[in-house]
T-cell receptor
Framework: DVKVTQSSRYLVKRTGEKVFLECVQD?????MFWYRQDPGLGLRLIYF???????EKGDIPEGYSVSREKKERFSLILESASTNQTSMYLC???????????????FGSGTRLTVV | QQQVKQSPQSLIVQKGGISIINCAYE??????FPWYQQFPGKGPALLIA?????SEKKEGRFTISFNKSAKQFSLHIMDSQPGDSATYFC???????????????FGQGTILTVHP
């Protein structure tokens, strides 16, 4: 069964800590994404990567960075965690879109991060 | 900023009824419109998707209706069941753009509750 695995299900960190969220996919997908999910705001794109060592900012990159040293692994880094970064973080992977087939993300189960 | 607006935020339906969730988009370059379903504790999963060359797509009890001129699309769930209770997200992307990498812009989400 193909999957995207996020290393932690729940995480509690203190304000100012450096936080690493890890994501691994076993589908040999080129694209990987980090979203955060907040009630009423939906899923908002933080960063994405379309190749090893390649990354692009999404809609809300402030306070975050990413690393993709290997194709299967995409890490999200909170340089100095703040309380407003308390959220559910979702990692996803996909192949590049190829019409006319349906194109879809495979999501991990998420990491619920609480910053206190 | 590209936006996809989704309504309602929450929806309660009786078993056997029809659930309808609506989305509107602004960017006319969007050319791929998927819907995702998310159960508690899980990541979203692709449910059904449509491209703007058709006005309707049906898969089992799930139907997408697409109105290109109005820049709106909707999800209809016929004969709704308690097992359909989940959060639903609409999304949009620019597949044909080449440099979009298929990244999805999501709506705000709708929490659907189907009462037995």
């Amino acid at each position: 069964d193909v999957k995207v695995t996020q290393s932690s299900r729940y995480l509690v960190k203190r304000t100012g800590e450096k936080v690493f969220l890890e994501c691994v996919q076993d589908m040999d997908h080129e694209n990987m994404f980090w979203y955060r999910q907040d009630p009423g705001l939906g899923l908002r794109l933080i960063y994405f990567s379309y190749d090893v060592k390649m990354k692009e900012k999404g809609d809300i990159p402030e306070g975050y960075s990413v690393s993709r040293e290997k194709k299967e692994r995409f890490s999200l880094i909170l340089e100095s965690a703040s309380t407003n970064q308390t959220s559910m973080y979702l990692c996803a992977s996909s192949l590049p879109p190829r019409q006319p087939s349906n194109y879809g993300y495979t999501f991990g189960s998420g990491t619920r991060l609480t910053v206190v | 900023q590209q936006q996809v607006k989704q309504s309602p935020q929450s929806l309660i339906v009786q078993k056997g009824g029809i659930s309808i969730i609506n989305c509107a988009y602004e960017n006319t370059a969007f050319d791929y419109f998927p819907w995702y379903q998310q159960f508690p504790g899980k990541g979203p999963a692709l449910l059904i998707a449509i491209r703007p060359d058709v006005s309707e797509k049906k898969e089992g009890r799930f139907t997408i209706s697409f109105n290109k001129s109005a820049k709106q699309f909707s999800l209809h769930i016929m004969d709704s069941q308690p097992g359909d209770s989940a959060t639903y997200f609409c999304a949009a992307s620019m597949d044909a753009g080449g440099t979009s990498y298929g990244k999805l812009t999501f709506g705000q989400g709708t929490i659907l509750t189907v009462h037995p």
